[in-house]
């Protein structure tokens, strides 16, 4: 099922695709992001095999992998796992928040998407040395409620 069929009947949002390197597996989300963010935990750094990993946040219904979902490398259990191609090794997405969430990485978008990152989260484990130059507000770990 596409990112277009599980989308509300009645939603208008545009549906981005996304692809790994080798574009064995590719995507569809709804450009309908709750959130996006550029996560800098040690995790992520190595995951990617960057700085910090930038994401976007979407319910899980507004994804669907429409190619390759067999060759998937699955890192994790089924509700909540990082979800990579398994020829090419690239980071697609990760299911997130008891599996109602999902994060697409941002590079891996062939479409732009609406949303930009509007935090880095969990910089009190950044890599020393990459500096943060922008003003976008920074997390020592996750963004809370409150904001703090």
Known sequence: ?????????NSHDRILTGECFCRDV???VADAF????????SN???????????????????????RGA?????????ITHDAHC??????????VRNGAYVHVTLGTLRDAPSIRPTAHIFVGSKAPWYAILDDLPQ???HVTQDGE
């Open 34 to 41: 709750a959130y996006a963010l550029n996560c800098h935990c």
């Open 26 to 28: 590719r995507y569809e």
């Open 1 to 9: 099922m596409t990112a277009s069929e599980n989308s509300n009947a």
């Open 139 to 141: 997390y020592q770990e």
């Open 44 to 66: 992520c750094r190595r995951t990617t095999g960057s700085a910090f990993k930038p994401f976007a946040g979407i319910v899980r219904e507004k994804f669907a992998v429409t």
């Open 70 to 78: 067999d060759g998937l490398l699955i890192y994790g259990d089924e």
């Open 86 to 95: 398994g020829r090419c090794g690239s980071l697609l997405y990760s299911q």
